[in-house]
């Protein structure tokens, strides 16, 4: 197995070298040949999706996990859409910025240059298959994609149409290499792959992403959990903390930027919490509560210590409490994932306060934790979310597929 992928790895670095001189038309063209390639292939994509779901029920694999596997008509549109945002994108690579002259004459700046090989391990999620492909070929990188047995006929169906719009944009096939077999042994060699991957990004389930952090000899992009928290001020609007958590908690369950933990100012707990108790039970959400909470809400179970540190990715919410802002930021801090926290309010001094406070990859004011996403935030798609404090953090992107390098202008100077 180290030998297949030492071969892959080696076509992708080949290749990567081959893209450096590839311009901006080229790499759009293979976005928007690919774009129009899924909307032709549209019955062949759904027809392998529904292989990969039946194998998904009869190995009995989660709901989430289902639905983090399942495409449709509409999630084929989006990754359309995600392509047509992509091409659209400035290309970042060869930007030059951060110039200063210096007294000898010299101008001394940045330009900004793709990673290198990147390696994508993944779970479920097809639409990663086009989302990293994408991503790493407008950011001028070469991509290694691997990704779960549990969706292998829909990356394949898929990388078959990625393979034709590079080869009709006349950009190296390789640039997109794809593992071709689901040995769990293949993750391992890509993981101790020094000198011909230069970046591995998780994307799947805590075991997955806790494997790819303990085991990698490979600089690692990467979030675990996505415990998120939606903390309701003393001046909330009544009406958007409602709506807000409904969506934060029902939208889509299964979710990384799911709310999982919500906070309640105690001068609005008693007013607020039977309200947004009756809109959850619209959508059967199981409620756990802290003995506070209890007494408002008697009915629902109680939360124990390992609630405030759990990603459910369920139809679950623990609520808590907190007896001012600064007990919601402490206990965000203490039990959070550093993810996506977001502050229901109309104090602007109180919001200032909370993103400046909350430590983590995305902060929000009066908006559903679901927005922490790259097509949300207009990156065209994200090849993953870092909480990780170096190079990029929060959803990644195309500027977070790149590095920058000194560049140095001089006409005949010498030290």
């Given at each position: 197995?180290?030998?297949?992928?030492?071969?892959?790895?080696?076509?992708?670095?080949?290749?990567?070298?081959?893209?450096?001189n590839?311009?901006?038309?080229?790499?759009?063209?293979?976005?928007?040949?690919?774009?129009?390639?899924?909307?032709?292939?549209?019955?062949?994509?759904?027809?392998?999706?529904a292989?990969?779901?039946?194998?998904?029920?009869?190995?009995?694999?989660?709901?989430?996990?289902i639905?983090?596997?399942?495409?449709?008509?509409?999630?084929?549109?989006?990754?359309?859409?995600?392509?047509?945002?992509?091409?659209?994108?400035?290309?970042?690579?060869?930007?030059?910025?951060?110039?200063?002259?210096?007294?000898?004459?010299?101008?001394?700046?940045?330009?900004?240059?793709?990673?290198?090989?990147?390696?994508?391990?993944?779970?479920?999620?097809?639409?990663v298959?086009?989302?990293?492909?994408a991503?790493?070929?407008?950011?001028g990188?070469?991509?290694?994609?691997?990704?779960?047995?549990?969706?292998?006929?829909?990356?394949?169906?898929?990388?078959?149409?990625i393979?034709?719009?590079?080869?009709?944009?006349?950009?190296?096939?390789?640039?997109?290499?794809?593992?071709?077999?689901?040995?769990?042994?293949?993750?391992?060699?890509?993981?101790?792959?020094?000198?011909?991957?230069?970046?591995?990004?998780?994307?799947?389930?805590?075991?997955?992403?806790?494997r790819?952090?303990?085991?990698?000899?490979?600089?690692?992009?990467?979030h675990?959990?996505?415990?998120?928290?939606?903390?309701?001020?003393?001046?909330?609007?009544?009406?958007?903390?409602?709506?807000?958590?409904?969506?934060?908690?029902?939208?889509?369950?299964?979710?990384?930027?799911?709310?999982?933990?919500?906070?309640?100012?105690?001068?609005?707990?008693?007013?607020?919490?039977?309200?947004?108790?009756?809109?959850?039970?619209?959508?059967?959400?199981?409620?756990?509560?802290?003995?506070?909470?209890?007494?408002?809400?008697?009915?629902?179970?109680?939360?124990?210590?390992?609630d405030?540190?759990?990603?459910?990715?369920?139809?679950?919410?623990?609520?808590?409490?907190?007896?001012?802002?600064?007990?919601?930021?402490?206990?965000?801090?203490?039990?959070?994932?550093?993810?996506?926290?977001?502050?229901?309010?109309?104090?602007?001094?109180?919001?200032?306060?909370?993103?400046?406070?909350?430590?983590?990859?995305?902060?929000?004011?009066?908006?559903?934790?679901?927005?922490?996403?790259?097509?949300?935030?207009?990156?065209?798609?994200?090849?993953?979310?870092?909480?990780?404090?170096?190079?990029?953090?929060g959803?990644?992107?195309?500027?977070?597929?790149?590095?920058?390098?000194?560049?140095?202008?001089g006409?005949?100077?010498?030290?």
């Amino acid at each position: 197995m180290q030998n297949y992928i030492t071969q892959i790895a080696q076509q992708a670095k080949a290749a990567f070298y081959e893209l450096a001189n590839a311009d901006s038309a080229a790499k759009n063209f293979a976005l928007l040949r690919l774009a129009e390639l899924i909307g032709e292939h549209e019955s062949a994509l759904l027809a392998a999706n529904a292989q990969d779901i039946e194998l998904a029920k009869q190995k009995n694999l989660s709901d989430a996990m289902i639905d983090r596997l399942k495409i449709s008509s509409g999630s084929l549109k989006n990754m359309i859409d995600g392509l047509q945002q992509i091409a659209a994108l400035p290309d970042p690579i060869g930007e030059m910025d951060e110039f200063r002259l210096r007294p000898n004459g010299l101008r001394i700046g940045k330009m900004r240059v793709p990673l290198g090989v990147i390696g994508m391990i993944y779970e479920a999620r097809p639409n990663v298959t086009i989302d990293a492909a994408a991503l790493c070929l407008k950011s001028g990188n070469a991509c290694i994609l691997r990704g779960g047995s549990e969706a292998f006929s829909s990356n394949m169906a898929l990388a078959k149409l990625i393979k034709q719009a590079l080869k009709e944009a006349k950009l190296p096939e390789n640039a997109v290499c794809f593992v071709e077999n689901t040995d769990r042994e293949s993750v391992g060699a890509m993981l101790q792959a020094v000198d011909l991957i230069d970046v591995i990004i998780p994307r799947g389930g805590k075991n997955l992403v806790a494997r790819v952090t303990e085991q990698a000899r490979v600089p690692v992009i990467k979030h675990l959990d996505g415990i998120c928290h939606i903390y309701v001020d003393e001046s909330a609007d009544s009406n958007k903390a409602i709506n807000i958590v409904f969506n934060a908690k029902t939208s889509r369950c299964g979710t990384c930027n799911t709310v999982e933990t919500l906070l309640i100012h105690q001068n609005r707990a008693a007013e607020l919490l039977p309200n947004i108790a009756a809109k959850l039970a619209e959508k059967n959400v199981e409620m756990r509560g802290c003995e506070r909470t209890r007494e408002i809400l008697p009915d629902i179970q109680a939360a124990c210590e390992e609630d405030w540190a759990t990603e459910y990715l369920a139809l679950i919410l623990s609520i808590k409490i907190v007896d001012d802002f600064g007990a919601a930021v402490s206990h965000i801090n203490q039990y959070g994932s550093h993810h996506t926290d977001s502050i229901i309010t109309e104090n602007y001094t109180r919001a200032n306060q909370f993103l400046r406070l909350v430590d983590s990859a995305s902060v929000m004011v009066n908006a559903s934790t679901r927005f922490a996403d790259g097509f949300e935030y207009g990156l065209g798609a994200e090849i993953g979310i870092s909480t990780d404090k170096i190079h990029v953090r929060g959803p990644v992107g195309l500027h977070g597929l790149t590095s920058q390098k000194w560049v140095v202008l001089g006409d005949g100077q010498i030290r």
